[in-house]
């Protein structure tokens, strides 16, 4: 029978529906409990109603455990869990344990170097704390307006320094090194490490997110967050938005796994390291690989979440437990999850908790309070936590306020955080979380510590300052207080002798990027794309072009490994299915089962050492391959060549941050924008068709973009591309659209080479031209098929260029443009040069917002329309499409004979011309609908 002695009040919860709350006294306490009152099954299966039933299975684990060992208590869980099931109970575990550390004090791995160890340690946590804070403040106090964190570096800095001195290996001659993703508004912290380790100087410090004006000085300045593109022998991985680090560090896991199995990296025990905020846990990109990384049995990955509660605004999550939460979350996703809450200053206080009074007042306080105690003192968590219930408040009576106080979270205690990391690094067949729970800004007393808006404080004043000294015992006057003098210990110093002698242990100083020049023999241009260079009038799509020019460099000699086609499920769509049997999809398993299409030539062949990386229907996740791939050079040491190809609306416009991180890194390879043109794509309608991708491409300054006509095009793009990227090691990526759109392939004119290279050259010349024509990509050949119409029924004489992008044009416009400003030089724009010898009108046409050809007006010496995709698209046919954004054969005729005829012909007979050429011109604009 229940064992309820006295029941002291219930109450349904008022904004939970079905909660009711009671209290129990449980013979020396009371105990306030919820329960599901949702339905009979759920209120009955929370009550205890037997206590002495439930005691006595309790008992039986005990003893299975100390007589037989974990290993036994475990299988007989697992077989009453089996038996459970076939008895028709529908039992699953919660996956939510209890709110205390999950690795029992008496499991915890020793301290290398014990308290001596632990004490300097400590000691340098305090002064790094110190010099990120300085540097914030300093910034702040010169230039309010430069922002910069102190309180997410507070509150992770033990999480970093462990990882520093016992964990995180640097790259060296015979290993590759671990990879660590540092959360990015910690980087203060970072930079104050390599200030100690006598990496940066103390004048860079000073120009914390100065980066120009530090220039000017002759000083390198410290960007912001990590940003490679900025600080290039620094930082490895761009983090500083959200999301983009935890999906990175999977794939770049996975990817590490990749180059192994293919034999191209020798296996090693390599680890990447994600340390990451519980806030940024709700970006959708930051869980959005979890299972990936089990499936893949990634245990060369560990991700440190750091829970200090709060996130920018407040709370996480203020009525409940975010790292409940994320252990559902991970737990379920497969990982090996590690609670790390307590410090070991909570032990002891555990030990007493015999009746498990301790443990249920942690389980029921939810995170906003938890957060409430972090900014209050010691006599505050006294009466409000401690005060709870006679026993809570015997267990507190053991402590005085200061130690109260003082009483540590896991995630600050280098003991415990060291146990988890052993543990994790030591975790074999799965990913490992640590949830590391920490106060954020630890150490900032009243001015900051748990306050709902210490994440954006970056003004301190002159006592909280002395205070923080006083906290963490520095050795600073209050002058130097006052003027935020940064502390190095002298060389012989206990602290900077461990620091190099644990630094040095590891292989060396980290973060650092190493970009060794490797060149790769590009093979030359006939080898693989002849096909395409003398295509003769042969019918192909561009695609067909790029995957028929990629097989033949997969099969090159020295070239052909390096290569890494990505697809994300979308294949066959660019027919690329040939190359499942060539080279295989890469599966870390092999294949367990007999392909369906077994029989057939193509059959869908999974391998280990399979190349092609088939990422299914995840665009975040296929980039994150890429950029892996990408930046394997720098990372490895090993370049590699990835062509990830997809529609090409789901790219920039979905993807786009993630784009731009790679780009921030320095990311070598191609995107290939495939069933690319708002009006190319067909049937697709709104949601596929792309018209903007080259807009955005455009923004980012170190992509190289081109929207190709003709195959012997794209193999020339393709090659300089190679050669650019693999042969000259520039850090440039490029963005290619394809179409499958079947055209008659002319071969290469002579001399076309640069004109491709610099955006445009003429397709079609004409003598004393009367209007000229400038086609992009797929509707270059609408162009032609417009100077046909003119020449054939208008006796207009026209020009055609083939405009491969406008992007490369703009570019080199701006740099002319400036040039001359500069009076650095009278270089023409190659726009310019090209079309400066007629002055008649230009008609410029693509398959993409107008926004694009447009950004070229400025170097055209002549009268210039441009005809665009603007608006939305529309499922039909390609003519149709054509003719509804008015950029078909016919709309550019009669585009062309307006300027032609200009203050020649009248209204009428302009009309009488669209008749002739059966347009409608009362139609409705594309744009407005
Ligand atoms: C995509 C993106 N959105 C918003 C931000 C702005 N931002 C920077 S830090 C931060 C809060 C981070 O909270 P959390 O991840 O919990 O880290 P903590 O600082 O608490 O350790 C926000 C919203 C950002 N950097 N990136």
Request: aromatic share 10%.
């Amino acid at each position: 029978m229940p064992q309820i002695l006295k029941l002291a009040s219930f109450s349904v919860a008022p904004a939970v529906k079905n909660v009711l709350t009671y209290r129990i006294h449980n013979k020396s306490h009371w105990v306030e409990t919820r329960i599901d009152m949702s339905s009979p099954e759920q209120l009955i299966g929370q009550l205890d109603l037997d206590e002495q039933e439930t005691a006595e299975w309790i008992a039986a684990l005990h003893s299975v455990l100390e007589s037989s060992g974990p290993d036994r208590a475990r299988f007989l869980l697992s077989q009453l869990s089996n038996a459970a099931r076939e008895s028709g109970l529908q039992w699953r575990d919660a996956r939510i344990t209890p709110y205390i550390n999950t690795i029992r004090p008496q499991d915890e791995a020793s301290y290398p170097g014990g308290s001596d160890a632990v004490a300097t340690e400590e000691t340098i946590a305090g002064i790094l704390r110190w010099n990120a804070l300085a540097m914030v403040v300093r910034a702040n106090r010169a230039y309010g307006e430069l922002g910069g964190h102190i309180a997410s570096y507070a509150s992770a800095a033990d999480l970093f320094e462990v990882g520093f001195n016992h964990f995180f290996r640097a790259r060296t001659d015979d290993f590759g090194g671990d990879l660590v993703y540092f959360q990015p508004h910690s980087a203060p912290g970072i930079y104050a490490r390599a200030f100690l380790e006598g990496r940066l100087p103390a004048d860079s410090l000073s120009h914390y997110r100065q980066e120009i004006s530090a220039k000017s000085k002759g000083v390198q300045g410290l960007s912001s967050y990590p940003h490679p593109w900025l600080m290039p022998e620094f930082w490895q991985f761009p983090t500083g938005s959200m999301g983009i680090g935890p999906i990175s560090s999977i794939y770049q896991a996975r990817f590490m796994r990749y180059l192994e199995h293919r034999g191209l990296l020798a296996p090693q025990p390599r680890k990447v390291w994600g340390v990451f905020g519980d806030g940024e846990m709700d970006e959708p990109e930051s869980l959005a690989a979890l299972s990936l990384a089990s499936r893949e049995k990634l245990d060369n990955l560990v991700f440190v979440i750091n829970c200090n509660l709060q996130r920018l605004d407040g709370p996480v999550r203020g009525n409940g437990h975010i790292v409940d939460e994320l252990e559902t979350l991970f737990g379920g996703a497969g990982w090996n999850v590690i609670k790390l809450l307590w410090g070991s200053d909570w032990d002891p206080l555990f030990a007493r908790d015999a009746n498990g009074e301790l443990v249920d007042a942690l389980n029921r306080t939810v995170d906003g309070q938890l957060q409430t105690f972090a900014a209050n003192d010691g006599p505050f968590n006294r009466e409000h936590f401690f005060g709870q219930s006679p026993g809570l408040q015997a267990i507190g009576a053991t402590l005085t306020d200061e130690e109260i106080d003082r009483l540590k979270r896991g995630g600050h205690d280098l003991r415990k955080i060291y146990a988890a990391y052993h543990a994790a690094a030591n975790h074999t067949g799965a990913p490992t979380v640590i949830l590391a729970q920490t106060k954020k800004g630890f150490g900032m007393g009243t001015a900051g510590q748990g306050k709902m808006t210490t994440h954006q404080q970056k003004k301190l004043e002159q006592q909280d300052l002395v205070e923080f000294r006083d906290r963490f015992r520095l050795p600073l006057t209050d002058a130097q207080v006052e003027n935020l003098e940064f502390y190095k210990p002298a060389d012989d110093s206990p602290e900077m002798r461990h620091l190099h002698a644990r630094r040095n242990e590891l292989g060396g100083f980290m973060p650092r990027r190493v970009d060794q020049r490797l060149p790769i023999a590009v093979p030359p241009l006939e080898s693989h794309a002849q096909f395409a260079l003398e295509a003769d009038g042969k019918e192909m799509s561009t695609t067909m072009a790029l995957v028929r020019m990629m097989g033949n460099l997969l099969k090159d000699a020295t070239l052909g490994k390096h290569v890494v086609p990505i697809v994300a499920d979308e294949a066959r769509t660019f027919g690329m299915a040939n190359l499942f049997k060539t080279v295989g999809i890469y599966s870390s398993q092999g294949q367990l089962y007999q392909p369906e299409d077994i029989g057939s030539i193509l059959y869908y062949r999974e391998a280990k050492d399979g190349q092609i990386l088939e990422e299914g229907i995840t665009e975040a996740g296929a980039i994150s391959s890429w950029t892996a791939a990408a930046t394997s050079y720098a990372v490895h040491g090993l370049p590699m060549l990835p062509f990830y190809i997809y529609y090409s609306m789901f790219g920039f416009q979905r993807i786009g941050d993630l784009i731009w991180a790679a780009a921030d890194q320095r990311a070598r390879g191609f995107l290939i924008g495939a069933t690319s043109g708002r009006t190319t794509l067909g049937g697709e309608g709104l949601q596929h068709q792309d018209g903007s991708s080259h807009l955005v491409a455009a923004s980012i300054p170190n992509c190289v973009s081109y929207d190709p006509a003709y195959a012997y095009e794209l193999a020339v793009i393709v090659d300089d591309g190679m050669q650019r990227m693999l042969q000259k090691n520039e850090d440039v990526f490029y963005y290619v659209t394809v179409t499958n759109e079947n055209e008659a392939q002319p071969s290469i004119p002579k001399d076309a080479r640069e004109g491709i290279l610099r955006g445009m050259h003429c397709v079609s010349p004409a003598k004393k031209p009367e209007v000229r024509l400038l086609g992009a990509g797929p509707l270059l050949k609408e162009a032609m098929a417009a100077a046909d119409l003119l020449e054939g029924i208008f006796s207009v004489k026209t020009e055609v260029w083939s405009v491969t992008s406008f992007s490369e044009l703009a570019r080199d416009g701006i740099a002319c443009e400036r040039n001359r400003r500069l009076q650095k030089s009278d270089d023409e724009a190659w726009v310019t040069q090209k079309l400066k010898g007629s002055k008649a009108p230009l008609i410029a046409v693509s398959d993409y917002v107008r926004a694009v050809p447009e950004s070229i007006r400025a170097y055209v010496p002549a009268h210039f329309v441009t005809l665009g995709t603007d608006g939305f698209g529309r499922s039909d046919t390609r003519a149709s499409l054509r003719d509804f954004f008015e950029v078909d054969a016919k709309w550019i005729a009669y585009t062309a004979l307006a300027e032609v005829y200009a203050g020649k012909k009248t209204a009428d007979e302009m009309r009488e011309i669209a008749a002739k050429l059966e347009l409608d011109l009362d139609k409705l604009i594309s744009t407005s609908v």
